[in-house]
């Protein structure tokens, strides 16, 4: 992948304007690998079609993207761009939507483009609830978040979107973070390249309703690189092997007194033990020893730790699930026209 400046991309594929998005948002992440991909493909703006829905993540192609995009209703985006494809098949077309927008309100075409396998790639843009309009509670909010519409904590399961479009057909699928830049940027050009529906869940960094769903408490200028450095901490590359000699610690009570209780326990060691930020489990102490069994076992039994916890429990898996070929709508869709003599 070539290394070029910022006012390359900017200059070739960006319109010149102030930024629609938040202060440390993910879209502008988004955006970058989004044009990243298409220059290394070497696929003209004009020959690309980017559709999107109601939502934060519609303004990362709406107004930004120098090409042809079309901001349609609500939930409403995959259908667009289904008879915009059907329309014009040699179109790269390029669905930008949300979680709110893509599962919730337009979950329904989701699966069923999904299901037509026609060669749409999209990008679903997850921040975990329904952000632009209040940070309610979305499909994707995690177990026990509170949003706007769950004060007390969302009583009900999120959905796993990569698993989802998988079953529903589609045959490409892949999970990133706007932390993991360069692995997304190589997924959307693997999916631009793919003869089928593409599906790229991406989860994405909003400090505007975030801070709130994590509860982080701080300075709000620190939330964005907090955010990222739990999709780090809270992730893993199916496939991979865990780097380091670590566990986590999850306190009993204010994470701050556990902290210098597991320092304590610890001594000696060689260990270092930091507070971190973690999607499963919020504010927790993480411990890196040589001596790992040493230090687990003098952790076992410290009343400020309520349970130990390991490097990949309760993590979320990513990279590419499905990468498989069969018959693509358009396709099918077209031979089936001109046998029965409607070409024209």
Known sequence: ??????????????????????????????????????????????????????????????????????????????????????????????????????????????????????????????????????????????????????????????????????????????????YHAAQLTRSIGEALGHGGFSFIEVLSQCPTQQRRLFEMRGPVRHVPSRILEMFSESTYVRGSRPRGSYVYAVPRGAPGESLRAVEGAVEGLGAEARLVDHLAFGRIVRVDAEDLEEAKERLGGLGAVERLVGPREGKLPLGVFVKRERPEFTETLRRLVERKGGGG
């Not at 304007?17 to 991909?37: E, W």
């Open 1 to 178: 992948m070539p290394v070029r400046p910022l006012s390359y991309y900017r200059d070739r594929y960006i319109r010149f304007q102030p930024s629609p998005f938040c202060a440390g948002c993910g879209g502008g992440i988004v955006l970058n690998c989004f044009v990243r991909a298409i220059d290394e493909l070497g696929v003209p703006p004009d020959k690309v079609l980017c559709v999107s829905g109601i939502g934060c993540s519609s303004w990362i192609p709406s107004p930004n993207f120098r090409g042809d995009t079309m901001h349609t209703p609500h939930g409403r985006a995959l259908a667009y761009a289904t008879g915009a494809k059907v329309f014009n098949s040699d179109l790269v077309t390029v669905v930008f939507t949300g979680d709110g927008d893509g599962a919730g309100i337009g979950g329904n075409h989701l699966i069923h483009a999904a299901r037509r396998n026609i060669d749409i790639t999209t990008i679903l843009v997850n921040n975990l609830s329904y952000a632009m309009t209040g940070g309610q509670m979305a499909p994707t909010t995690l177990y026990g978040k509170m949003t706007a519409t769950s004060p007390y904590g969302n009583p009900e399961g999120p959905f796993d979107l990569a698993e989802l479009a998988a079953a529903a057909g589609a045959t490409y699928v892949a999970r990133w973070t706007t």
